[in-house]
């Protein structure tokens, strides 16, 4: 009990945040009920996303590299498309390393869990609070995008066209409500939030979806140089 209790400290598990995470679970859900709707509908057995949701779990890369697979690319290309969308994540681990625990194990599995979500919630708190959001939004996200896979491929062509119940704005808008504390508090965040905005909305027309997500990770230099000065 008290090896659990170390590795999942309930510190921090207020209210709020599982109000947060609830409401990001509920979005997460109905978009894994569209990939995996998706991923059947165009011709891919049940279990190819449900598997992919399992080991990979990871959104973005997941649809790109279905879409691949739907275009008639063969699965090393689907896998490369997914390997460079989820670069970011390195980014991603180093910021909350900290706040996942100690233990091989431990580490292993919270590396599985980072997500952009899980990120935006460990940061926008302090002290032991962090790793209670990481982990409880970590594994309720997990769960419930599972869930939502299997749901939506077992319901396969049922769905219809999923792109019209404009799912896709679903997880943007939940990121900007996660990450508006971060902004307000520190002006080298800020500096940093704009630059890699910029960068990211510069280079939209010109490169492949997902790729201006990872350019825009240039504003981590603005905030290095903040942090120095």
Known sequence: ????????????????????????????GVVGVSFGAIAVAGGLPVWVPVVMSLVVYAGSAQFSAVGVLLAGGGPLAAAATGLLLNTRTAAFSLAVAGDIGRGRLTRLLGAHLVTDETVAFTLARSGPARRTAFWVSGLALFAVWNTGVLAGALAGDALGDTARYGLD?????????????????????????????????????????????????????????????
Request: hydrophobic residues 60%; glycine residues 10%; aromatic residues 4%.
């Open 169 to 229: 704005a679903a997880f943007p808008a939940v990121l900007v409500a996660l990450v508006l504390p971060a902004l307000r508090g520190d002006r080298a965040v800020r500096r940093s939030a704009l630059l890699g905005a910029a960068v990211a909305l510069a280079v939209t027309p010109v490169v492949p979806a997902g790729v201006p997500v990872l350019l825009a990770l240039a504003g981590l230099v603005l905030h290095g140089r903040g942090r120095a000065a």
């Open 1 to 28: 009990m008290r090896s659990v209790q170390r590795t999942f400290p309930w510190a921090g598990l207020d209210p709020g945040l599982l109000r947060d995470v609830a409401l990001v679970c509920l979005a997460g």
